[in-house]
Each structure stands twice: as C-alpha cells, then as structure tokens.
C-alpha cells in the first residue's frame, strides 16, 4: 500500500512542495527581519590619558618649548565588539603647528579615531602653547680627564680639536649654558693619551646638562700628553768666592726665574722651596757686564730639573761707583735656637713673633730681597729658667747687611726648666749666665766692610770659604746668596 502512494506521480510533486514550503519558513524565520527582530548594541568609553601630538613645526627655526598639558581625556562610543578590539595608543589628539612663528597662542584640538569609533567629547578640546626662535652661539670647549695616570705621572694640558664648536638653542636656554664639555677616561694610564670623538655636551652654571641641545660639530678629538709630575720652583742666586779689591757686585740677573724639578710626589712635596744657581765671584777680575752659564743644582730625590742651567748677567763696578739703598722687609719670622733637652721656650714679646728687618746694599741685589732671604734667631743656649731679652742673630744675603744698630732687634724668651718654675729675671745682671748671653743678649761680630765694595761681617772670610750655609730660618739655603753672612747660630 506504501509503495503504491509512493510510487504515485502526485502524491510526490505534493510532498516535494510541502518540504520546500517547510525549508523556505525555516529559512527566513533564522534570518529574521533585523529592524523588527534583532538590535544592536552600542556602549561607551573613556580613555584617559591620550597624548597630544604636535607636528608642522619648522624644526630647523623654532621649537615648541611649552605647552600647558601633554594629554587629553576621550569618551567615545561604538559597539562593544569594536571598542574592546583597539587599545589606548590606537586613539590620538592632533596638533597642527604648520606655518606657526614664535608666540603664545591657544589651538584646536584634531581627535583621531579608529574606523567604527566615534567621539562624545574630548578635554580639554583646545591647549595653549609657546614656540620660540631658535639661536646659535659659538663656545669654547674644554675636556674634562676622569682619573689619575700612572704613580709618578701627570696629565698635561689637553688638545682639542676644533676648539670651538656651536650651540643651538630656544633663546631662553641658550643664555643658561656656561660650558661645552667633554671627559675621557684616564685612569691609570702610562703614556700620551689620545681619543678622535669626544661626545659633547652642554651644561649650565649648575653644572646641570642641557637637554636638546644641538652641538655642531657633536664630538671632538682630544690629546692629553704625559710627562712625569714636576713642580715649579723659583731659582735663586747663591754665591761663591770673593771678587778682588776694589770691586763690587751691581747688578744680578737670570733669564728665568723659575725652574720644573721632576721627581715623585713625595719628594715634590717636601721640596724645598727654591732652587739655587751658584755664582763664583772670583771669575770676575774687572769691572764690567758680563754673562755666565751656570748649572742648577738638582734637589735630592728628583729625577731632574728643567732646565738644567741658566744665564746669569752679572755687573761689576768699582767700589766707589756702588750706590747702597735702604729697605724694609715687614714679618720675618723669630725662630727659637739652642732649647736643651726639657727646656721649653717661649717667645713673650713681640706677640707676633715675627719682626721688620731694615737692609742694605746695591740697589738692585735689595730689591731682589724676599722674606726667606732673612732670617731671626733667639739662640736661648745655656739660659737659665726666667725671662730674657734676646739680642736676635740676623741672616743676611752676601753683600747686604743690616741697616742701623746690628744689637737692636731683641726679643723677650721665657725658659721655663724641667722642674725649675717661671722666674722673671729681666734687667737683672747678676743672674749667672754660662754662655755669657742672657738679658743683654750674646755679642755679636761687628759688621765691616769687606774691602771689596760688599759688606759683610768679621765672619765674611769663613762665610765665603765655606760656600752657601744652612738658613735656620728655614731649614734650606738662603734665597739670593744662602749665607747668614751677619750671625753664627
């Protein structure tokens, strides 16, 4: 019965029909109709924080150099679908510099969306910013070495390659830059240093760097050279020998006046403080100007001296042609002498312990005198507890001497002993006295002239043999000749 409806033409054009009635309805019914079946949703959001970003601006003549806020706050609205498929970075606020100058102006805003995106609102929606010129100035540069070289090495003074280089600016920050600087390092280093590019920068008095700065050129090439550490001494004249009778010295003078001993640090710290150039007198048997070579003697300890020797032009004239002058020299040191073991002196007067000493000799030898060329000694040898005027030893360079009384510069010392308490003693003759100096102080060789148009005192002759002597006001040869010619402390 089945197969027979089955099989029938009609019955199956029907059922054909009723199934494609059927998967039409099924169609359209998924489908739906969308302004009456489906709706579509749309939500908003808010991004803060948006950057604003400037473009246009003639980079080569101006800079934006203020702006009164770098970002702005977005709400936008889109479906949701679209909005949770782009980040923050994807939205931008635009700024259109083109054509601007220098000056203060406020400015739209340009939002920029992703496609399917749109704005609700944008604050702030406008900005106001500040554009200056740009300036150039051209600095001096300078290279700054990081580090110490080698022990018993030190860096010499840099070359540098150009040595002037040009700084570009807004003109508000060109005027705050002081320096244009480079560094290198040079620690450690044992020979000449060179380095081709040097990075610059600028900084201001605060020793702050400048930021966007424009250095042209932006490097440099540095050499630093290397020598072993020196220090300058200046170079004094000392003397030897005796000029014959009836000669005396007039004028003195070096081509330099100073000279580089080169030694370790240790040494140079504990130089003394100049270097002598010794003249033999004798090699001048008339009258006349002459120039000598004479060698620098070499501090011990030091590696050398530079330079080695110098030209001396030495004038010598008949006695009766010298002209002494007169000068004072102000705050030579009181140096205390001869203290025995537990004994302890003290200088009570002058409270300065230092006193002002006039000379006298050839013009040109006095105004060459400095205070390191005198010395003061209170020898306080053999006194007994109490206080004492003592008469002061002078040191004197040859052919100067003391102008005045050789007894009147004396100094008040109290001694006090071991165990022996302050005694005051002062004028009292009787007080015992070992040495034979006290309250009226040691004796003294009277000064005279030396027959040769010089001065020195009864001690010349020994003096003079015996070359240049210690100045106890120092510890080192006396500067100018190195011979306390008037006293023997």
């Known amino acids: 019965m089945m197969d027979k409806w089955i099989n029938n033409n009609t019955i199956s054009k029907i059922l054909s029909l009723a199934i494609a009635v059927m998967l039409w309805g099924m169609v359209h019914l998924d489908a739906g109709t969308p302004s009456s079946t489906l709706t579509v949703s749309y939500n908003n959001k808010v991004i803060d924080n948006v950057g604003i970003q400037a473009s246009g601006l003639d980079d080569s003549k101006y800079v934006l150099s203020t702006m009164d806020t770098d970002h702005v706050r977005m709400e936008v609205r889109g479906q949701r679908s679209v909005l949770t498929s782009f980040f923050a970075d994807n939205y931008k606020a635009k700024l259109n510099l083109s054509g601007l100058g220098a000056g203060t102006r406020t400015l739209l805003l340009e939002p920029e969306l992703p496609d399917g995106v749109e704005l609700v609102s944008m604050i702030p929606n406008r900005v106001t910013v500040t554009i200056e010129e740009k300036q150039t100035k051209s600095f001096n540069v300078s290279v700054v070495p990081k580090g110490n070289p080698d022990t018993g090495l030190q860096l010499g003074e840099p070359v540098i390659a150009p040595q002037t280089v040009k700084v570009t600016l807004p003109k508000s920050q060109l005027s705050t830059v002081t320096a244009v600087q480079g560094a290198v390092d040079t620690e450690g280093i044992s020979e000449n240093f060179e380095q081709k590019r040097v990075k610059l920068r600028a900084y201001n008095k605060m020793g702050q760097e400048i930021t966007g700065a424009v250095i042209e050129p932006s490097t440099v ?247 240049d002597k210690t100045n106890p006001h120092n510890g080192a040869v006396s500067p100018a000749n190195g011979t306390p010619e008037n006293s023997q402390p």
């Open 221 to 467: 090439s540095v050499e630093i050279p290397v020598t072993q550490q020196a220090k300058p001494v200046p170079i004094k004249i000392v003397y030897s020998g005796d000029l014959p009778e009836g000669l005396a010295l007039s004028k003195v003078k070096a081509n330099v006046k100073e000279a580089a001993v080169y030694a370790s640090q240790d040494v140079l710290s504990s130089l003394a403080s100049f270097v002598t150039a010794t003249v033999d007198l004798s090699q001048f048997t008339e009258a006349g100007t002459r120039t000598v070579q004479v060698n620098l003697a070499t501090p011990a300890g030091s590696d050398k001296i530079e330079p080695g020797s110098v030209q001396i032009q030495v004038t010598v004239v008949p006695s009766n042609q010298v002209t002494d002058v007169e000068r004072t020299l102000y705050g030579i040191p009181i140096v205390l002498q001869g203290a025995g073991d537990g004994i302890t002196a003290t200088i009570t007067a002058p409270t300065s312990k230092t006193m002002d000493v006039t000379v006298k000799g050839p013009q040109d030898m006095v105004s060459n005198l400095t205070n390191d060329d005198i010395s003061l000694v209170a020898d306080v040898s053999g006194l007994s507890a109490g206080q004492h005027e003592v008469t002061l030893q002078v040191g004197l360079p040859k052919y100067i001497i003391q102008a005045g009384k050789p007894d009147q510069l004396k100094a008040t010392v109290n001694i006090v002993g071991p165990s022996a308490p302050t005694v005051t003693n002062l004028g009292n003759e009787n007080e015992p006295n070992p040495s034979g100096s006290g309250d009226k102080g040691q004796e003294r060789p009277q000064e005279r002239p030396n027959g040769q148009g010089g001065y020195s005192d009864a001690n010349s002759g020994e003096n003079a043999a015996a070359g």
